[in-house]
């Protein structure tokens, strides 16, 4: 059974469609990328799955649960979360206070929950007490993918994750996102830095004007010439 299964969704803002007919799947334990040029809609599918815009056809399937407009709050119940590429942490609160207010759901111990996270992003450890206003770009991104984790989710969606970015903090964005990875959680992420996300992906899908144009393992679309030089930068 697919962890989820987004079919022949259309929608978008008002009432204009930006997504046509696109599938996406992610089974269990996966990495999967969308990649595409700007304005190909990625960013649209992730919010449409999240319920963050109108699903006008089409359906999206969560644990084989229908989640088709289901509310935000809700789907973080089910067990997804989503971080947005902008204002993805609360500037005036600390780290910790953020890693809080991302346990808001939770009625257990959430104590165990806030050292992994510190395990996995050390940095943060270290400015536990530090707004996170006055963080790096990098360190703020941490932060924001440790407040999703908070709940423990399933599936994590991760919308442009090492955007704005310095090299060396997309690379170790990247590796933690494997980790991440590989302590159970399927990821699908929207990525600009095509290459880099398609090589530690499963699957990556191709968008252009709203609609699937390829999908395949991320290796083979890599390593495909015709996409490679349309959509990868050659």
């Given at each position: ?16 469609d ?36 109108n699903v006008?056809?089409?359906r999206v ?5 229908d989640?088709?407009?289901m ?25 910790q ?17 806030i ?28 932060v ?11 599936l ?10 310095s ?6 964005i ?10 159970g ?8 830095n ?6 530690l ?8 004007m ?8 991320g ?13 990868l930068?050659?």
């Amino acid at each position: 059974m697919p962890l989820l299964k987004a079919e022949d969704i259309s929608g978008g803002y008002g009432g204009v469609d930006i997504l046509h007919a696109v599938n996406i799947q992610v089974e269990p334990g996966q990495i999967v990328s969308i990649v595409g040029p700007n304005g190909a809609g990625k960013s649209t599918v992730m919010k449409a799955i999240f319920g963050l815009i109108n699903v006008r056809a089409g359906r999206v399937l969560f644990k084989d649960k229908d989640i088709t407009r289901m509310r935000p709050d809700l789907i973080v119940r089910q067990g997804m979360c989503y971080v947005p590429q902008e204002h993805n942490v609360f500037p005036s609160l600390t780290v910790q206070e953020n890693l809080e207010m991302g346990a808001f759901v939770r009625s257990d111990d959430y104590w165990p929950q806030i050292e992994r996270v510190y395990e996995l992003f050390p940095p943060l450890k270290d400015k536990y007490k530090q707004l996170a206003g006055h963080l790096s770009g990098g360190q703020r991104q941490m932060v924001a993918m440790g407040r999703a984790l908070m709940l423990d989710p399933e599936l994590l969606l991760l919308d442009e994750p090492s955007a704005g970015l310095s090299p060396l903090f997309i690379e170790q964005i990247f590796e933690r996102i494997q980790e991440i990875n590989k302590m159970g959680v399927g990821i699908l992420m929207v990525e600009q830095n095509a290459k880099q996300a398609l090589a530690l992906s499963h699957r990556g899908y191709v968008l252009v004007m709203g609609s699937n144009r390829h999908d395949d393992t991320g290796l083979n679309l890599i390593n495909n010439p015709e996409i490679a030089k349309m959509f990868l930068g050659g």
